[in-house]
């Protein structure tokens, strides 16, 4: 089983979900930062994981540019994934939040979800992730391949 996580962070928070959730996942896994992976040549994957820091309701900049470039052809009958980090604080609630657009997005091109989209939560508008949050992220990841 092949998987590719694609994260982005700013503060951290997501950085330390995507590789907790590459450890909850057995196979040929690798986690990589957006700007580090050529969104044409992802390659044949089995299971594709995509992150992002909610900011603004939305995924940061790169991740969006990422989505829109990705090929239908390499998400296209591969099982998706899609996290995010974000505040749980009431008011950013009607913004809407990074990893169901994520999600969206993935579906748009084909991908079939795996999972519904996960959120993990900090505790503060930069941080840190709440307690227990890595453990429900490996978590996470057990599940979404069978
Ligand atoms: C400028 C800014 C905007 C943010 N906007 C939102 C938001 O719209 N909704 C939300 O739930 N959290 C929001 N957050 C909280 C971030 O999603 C949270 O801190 C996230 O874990 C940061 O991820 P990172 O450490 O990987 O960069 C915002 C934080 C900052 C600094």
Redesign the pocket.
Known sequence: MKALIIY????????QIAKAIGKGITGDVSVVKVGQVDPAGTGQVDLLVVGS??????PTEAIQSLLSRLPDASVKGVKVGAF??????RL?KV?G??ADKIAESLISKGGVPALPAAPFY?T????P?KEGELERASAWAKNLLP
């Open positions: 982005d962070s700013v503060y951290g928070n997501t950085e820091p909610t900011l603004g309701g939305r995010d980090t974000r505040y749980a604080g950013v913004f939040f990074a900090v503060g508008k930069k941080g992730l």
